[in-house]
């Protein structure tokens, strides 16, 4: 986490753009940018900048937003559900549907459905997330009008609306991952599928569905939990484009505008968060391989 | 019996899903869901220049005078001014009943203030206060501004339609600091502003100020009667044109202020939306130069880029449709008060003859110009490449660099010279109404270190500027502009290259937009409440 402070902090001081000359706006002159940097603290050496920051962090605060005027754990709170609710959906659409994809894929391999299914996750991998948004909701939203275009429904405002609100975005963002997951799950399960004791199971009488379910996906299950938790930066990314999409007031859009304005505060305290998740997503999938395969033991 | 018991019991559970997806019912109040050019951040419109800051104040404060459709200042707060024999007093008498949202009156006070604030801040609002002597407060409801000589600027520069604008406050928020953004948002204006419920990157939101008192004439410009029709305004930050546009076609948005020209077809097509032309002045690209470093520190080559461009490349490459463009040599907005063509005769027509021969009468040395591209707003990107070829063909080395306009916005205020990062020229576009006479453009200031980036330094261009302010006739004014123009021949500072229209695309139940160079949310209405 420390390298990640210590590369956004850079990174972001090493990138064209002021602050705030983007706050003075256009008519302002070269005093009033001036003024304005001094208020926001620019005007001090970087590393005098980066010593307050991180101490600031380290007591949990992360400062206040440039532009906004509130504070950035404020401004993130705000943000968390859209995004988490978007990320749930779209994991557990991604993963129902991408799991007996594969399987299927696996099982009639070589046969007109594995083509089909490899087919279209090549596809889906391939076309951009922002196309695929499009192309929903010119379909869904105004050829048919059955979902809205845009926006986001909090929960507290009624299930239906925090429903209707979802659907297109985590489909959108579902297909990359449904993409990923199958792939994999369909080459893990080839591997186990030949495998001796899937042949001693079948040579006992044991019916195919759970001779799949219990000694074939089980044991292939190891790299498809692996991949669902890398798969969580591609969520992160398309979290980002499809918020933007969407009009989701989430942390990706936030993100966006974030860097767009140059707002420091915000950016660094939003990747130092994406960095949190993404190493604790990949924790609780290693620990879940205890679970899936009881050789493995840290 | 089964089988009806099924029927009802299925009913049921599909009304009960049916009522759980569908959205509830509208509330009985009128909400307009707008989408603006970009997302408010920054709420304090007398510290910052920010178009979007703008029309927030013009939501929620309300302005001594105003511009009307013809261009011309009238009382907006007031109820009557008096300019002294010797023009050296002007008299302001607040109308009665005028309230802040809290409730409490508006008093001269509290407008004495806020012309302070606005005056240390506003390019116009300085070159004002460098006039006045004191304002002093005579009653609740009348005060004085005394000059210490004559200005013609007490009214223009009050009643100045665009950033920044002299917004009223009241006397405790006004006594912030300039340089400090205020944190109280009570304001006097039709609208009140609903902090609890703004999300930057979500929405912000106004509703109807019940005690607001228009005015009794009818709207006209961004003056006369300011009557609130809607509950309230919503605007919606949608960043993505395609997205916006969509959810205008779908009916989630009623009103979008800004959309991109080449999507227009698109809502043409549409029978339940239209498009509104409201600002008559429209808006003005710019080509800037910087005058610090060479080639365009010699004013014979800044000469040379007049000559070699014409605007129609530069409007046709961007906006395209001849309806949304106008070709105007005037230095001051076509349709202004102000317009002229004087001394413009032969310039901005291509002629690269001309433009060659300035070229080689000055020794340019074939360094390249560092030209600004930003690439990620509609509306400026095709300008720079347009100006690249234009000015290789009148024989100019050009490398032009291409950035996202946060980038260029950071770069241009850097003095430096282009190899360490300094910068040539860049293009821009500006609302017409903030370049209605040679102090307001800011541009035209010739100030040196004074002036905005590029900092031109030209005496000659300073003392018309300062003729401009002083005179009060406004024949003599006019006479005064055409100097300037003239004088910008000679010494460019920028060059304009011509006048474009965005029209507001709203859905057809949107009524009573009003024509203004800003969009402002008083007279309309939304049928179907």
């Not at chain 1, 304005?36 to 949990?60: C, E, K, S």
């Not at chain 2, 002007?90 to 109308?95: P, S, V």
């Not at chain 2, 950071?410 to 282009?418: E, F, G, I, L, W």
């Amino acid at each position: 986490m420390g390298v990640v402070a210590v590369v956004v902090f850079l990174l972001l001081r090493l990138t064209a753009g002021d602050p705030a000359a983007i706050i003075a706006g256009d008519n302002a002159t070269t005093q009033q940018v001036e003024e304005i940097r001094g208020r926001l603290g620019l005007d001090r050496p970087i590393a005098q900048q980066f010593v307050i920051w991180l101490g600031n962090v380290l007591r949990g605060d992360f400062g206040e937003s440039f532009f906004f005027k509130k504070q950035v754990a404020d401004l993130i709170l705000d943000r968390l559900e859209p995004t988490l609710a978007l990320s749930i959906f779209t994991l557990v659409l991604a993963v129902t549907a991408a799991v007996p994809l594969g399987a299927l894929a696996a099982y009639r391999r070589a046969t007109w459905i594995d083509r089909a299914v490899m087919g279209l996750s090549v596809l889906g991998f391939s076309v951009p997330v922002f196309v695929i948004g499009y192309a929903l909701i010119y379909l869904f939203a105004i050829h048919f009008a059955w979902l809205p275009v845009q926006g986001y429904q909090r929960l507290r405002d009624g299930i239906g609306g925090f429903l209707t609100h979802l659907i297109l975005p985590s489909v959108t963002l579902a297909v990359i991952y449904v993409a990923l997951i199958a792939r994999i799950t369909r080459a893990s399960m080839l591997e186990v599928l030949n495998a001796d004791h899937v042949r001693t199971a079948r040579a006992k009488g044991l019916a195919e569905l759970p001779v799949l379910l219990r000694h074939v996906l089980r044991n292939a299950a190891v790299p498809i939990v692996t991949v669902i938790g890398l798969g969580v930066a591609l969520l992160i990314g398309g979290v980002v484009v499809t918020e933007s999409v969407y009009s989701i007031p989430g942390l990706g859009r936030l993100t966006v505008d974030a860097v767009l304005a140059r707002d420091y505060p915000t950016v660094q305290a939003v990747i130092l968060l994406f960095s949190v998740v993404y190493v604790l997503i990949n924790l609780v999938v290693d620990l879940t391989y205890t679970f899936l395969d009881p050789r493995i033991r840290y | 019996m089964n089988r009806v018991r099924h029927f009802s019991v299925g009913s049921l559970l599909s009304a009960a899903v049916i009522a759980a997806v569908l959205p509830a019912p509208a509330l009985a109040q009128t909400t307009l869901r707008v989408v603006m050019h970009s997302d408010l951040k920054i709420v304090d419109p007398i510290w910052t220049t920010a178009y979007i800051s703008r029309n927030h104040g013009y939501m929620i404060y309300d302005t001594l005078f105003a511009t009307d459709a013809k261009g011309e200042i009238r009382p907006q707060m007031l109820d009557k001014y008096d300019v002294s024999a010797d023009k050296l007093t002007y008299t302001l008498t607040l109308r009665e009943g005028l309230a802040w949202h809290d409730g409490t009156p508006v008093t001269a006070e509290d407008c004495a203030a806020s012309i302070k604030r606005w005056g240390a801040k506003d390019s116009m609002g300085q070159k004002l206060m460098s006039f006045v002597k004191e304002i002093a407060v005579v009653d609740p409801r009348t005060f004085r501004i005394v000059l210490k000589e004559q200005t013609g600027l007490v009214l223009s520069a009050l009643g100045k339609p665009s950033s920044n604008v002299p917004f009223m406050m009241p006397k405790r928020v006004a006594e912030t600091d300039p340089s400090t953004q205020i944190s109280d948002f009570t304001g006097s204006g039709p609208f009140i502003f609903k902090k609890d419920e703004w999300k930057p990157g979500d929405k912000a939101v106004y509703v109807k100020n019940p005690q607001y008192k228009p005015r009794s004439e009818a709207p006209s410009g961004l003056a006369g009667g300011k009557v609130v029709k809607l509950d309230r305004v919503e605007w919606r930050a949608i960043a993505d044109h395609q997205t916006a546009i969509n959810a205008l076609l779908a009916g989630e948005i009623d009103y979008i202020e800004s959309p991109p020209h080449d999507l227009l077809p698109v809502l043409r097509q549409d029978a339940n939306v239209k498009l509104v032309d409201y600002n008559p002045l429209g808006f003005q690209y710019t080509f800037r130069f910087n005058t610090l470093h060479k080639p365009f520190d010699n004013a014979k080559i800044r000469q040379a880029v007049l000559y070699a461009f014409n605007q129609k490349d530069f409007l046709e490459a961007v906006i395209g449709d001849a309806k949304y463009y106008k070709i105007c040599k005037s230095l001051f907005p076509c349709g202004s008060p102000l317009e002229s063509t004087k001394g413009m005769d032969g310039l901005l027509d291509s002629n690269f003859d001309k433009a060659k021969a300035l070229l080689k009468e000055a020794g340019y040395d074939g360094t390249p110009v560092v030209l600004m591209q930003s690439t990620d707003i509609a509306v400026l990107t095709n300008l720079a490449p347009v100006a690249k070829s234009l000015m290789e063909k009148a024989g100019f080395k050009v490398d032009m660099q291409s950035m996202d306009w946060q980038t260029l916005v950071s770069r241009r205020a850097k003095k430096d010279p282009p190899a360490q990062g300094g910068w040539n020229a860049f293009l821009t576009g500006w609302v017409a109404a903030d370049m209605l006479n040679p102090v307001m453009t800011g541009f035209l200031n010739a100030g040196c270190d004074k002036a905005m980036f590029g900092w031109p330094c030209d005496a000659e261009m300073e003392k018309r500027r300062d003729q401009f302010a002083r005179e009060t006739d406004p024949k003599k004014q006019k006479a005064i502009a055409e100097a300037a123009q003239v004088r910008l021949t000679q010494y460019p500072t920028h060059i304009h290259l011509g006048q474009w229209y965005q029209p507001i695309a709203a859905r057809k139940s949107v009524e009573g937009i009003v024509t203004a160079p800003v969009p402002v949310f008083w007279n309309v209405d939304k049928k179907g409440r």
